[in-house]
Structures are given as structure tokens and as C-alpha cells.
């Protein structure tokens, strides 16, 4: 398997970008219009990694604002974009990076916003989570990992967000990534992003 390096800013350039999309205009995202800052963040492996005996997450669960939806696998496409979710209520999971219950920090995206068939997204309300509320992932043994938000942090769209992917602290997290803010018709983008921080509980 052929390992790809690139920037994590671009990565995240890649997923802040791809959540804000409605149905109508969603596939890949490529790196060919995004734009860089003057911030470098140290690069990170995206490839995709093969993982014996660690079992897949297949569905995330967030009863307080009535989430539970189907798990996606997100990698990357030929051109070095990330995959989003092709589903406005279900969610994906970023395979390159942790996976959730592992150490480190698993991350997770979904869409914000009323698709084309007048359909919410299944992260219309994220916004909503507190600190302490609970999140849990499914794996494929059936098997649920309980997670509690820690907080949530809004960043603007072009800024440098690696603590999303990166942990270096020892412990289980889950991050969980959407948009919300101010609809940019030119640009089909939110103009904030919003991740919500998880640990383990």
C-alpha cells in the first residue's frame, strides 16, 4: 500500500471544507482551490491503515439530540482528497487516524444543513452537546464505547485545527466535526466549523 504524506492544515482545509456542502453539489473534495495559510503544522500519514483484530465502528449513537446513524469509511481519493459522507444523516469516520476506543483521537464528521429533498443533517443540532453529555460508537461485535463531551470550540474555516487529529496525552477521544454560521453561496461553505471534544468515559 503506497503511503500518502500531506499537510495536516491541508487535511483539515479538505474536511472543514467538504462538511458545509448540501447534497446537491457533494462528491469529492479535491485540493486544487483551497487555499493555505502562513501557518506549517507537522505533517501526518493519511493512508489508510489495515488493522487485524480491531474491530470497525459501524454506527454512532447520541441520544440527547436523537443521533443514530450508520458509519461511513472515510479515506481519501486518487487526487488526495478526503471523502465525505454521501448521506446527509449518516456519518463518517476518518479510517487513516484512530479508531474510536484506540488511543489517540478518533475523528468523525457529519453534514449541517437542509438538503435538496427539504431532509435535515444528522449534525443539525451538535451545537446543542454539553460538557458531561454522552456519545457512544457501535463497533462491528455490537459492542458500544461511551464517550463524554469535554467542550466544543468553533474555528473559522482556514484555521489551523490539528489538535482535532492530534493527541499526544496517552488517552481515548472522539472528535466529532460539522459547520454551522453563515451560508457562502459562492463558495457552497459555512463560515465556522464546529468540533466537539470527547473522552472516553
Avoid at 44 to 52: C, G, L, M, T
Avoid at 163 to 170: E, I, K, L, M, R
Amino acid at each position: 500500500m503506497q503511503t500518502k504524506i500531506v499537510s495536516s492544515k491541508i487535511l483539515l482545509m479538505i474536511v472543514f471544507g467538504g462538511f458545509a456542502l448540501f447534497a446537491m453539489s457533494l462528491s469529492y473534495f479535491s485540493l486544487k482551490n483551497r487555499t493555505e495559510s502562513d501557518l506549517v503544522p507537522p505533517t501526518v500519514n493519511i493512508a489508510v491503515q489495515e488493522k487485524e483484530g480491531v474491530p470497525l465502528p459501524v454506527r454512532l449513537k447520541i441520544p440527547k439530540i436523537t443521533v443514530d446513524a450508520k458509519v461511513e469509511l472515510m479515506g481519501l481519493t486518487s487526487d488526495g482528497a478526503m471523502e465525505a459522507p454521501k448521506r446527509g444523516r449518516n456519518v463518517g469516520w476518518y479510517s487513516a487516524g484512530s479508531r474510536p476506543g484506540e488511543v489517540g483521537s478518533a475523528v468523525m464528521d457529519g453534514h449541517y444543513g437542509t438538503w435538496k429533498n427539504g431532509e435535515g443533517s444528522v449534525f443539525d443540532n451538535l451545537n446543542k452537546l454539553e460538557k458531561g453529555d454522552r456519545v457512544s460508537v457501535e463497533d462491528e461485535k455490537g459492542t458500544l464505547i461511551t464517550f463524554v463531551v469535554r467542550e466544543s470550540r468553533e474555528y473559522d474555516s482556514n484555521a489551523d485545527a490539528t489538535d482535532v487529529f492530534d493527541s499526544s496525552d496517552g488517552k481515548v477521544h472522539l472528535n466529532l466535526i460539522t459547520c454551522e454560521g453563515v451560508w457562502n453561496k459562492d463558495s457552497k461553505s459555512y463560515s465556522q466549523r464546529l468540533v466537539v471534544f470527547t473522552d472516553k468515559e
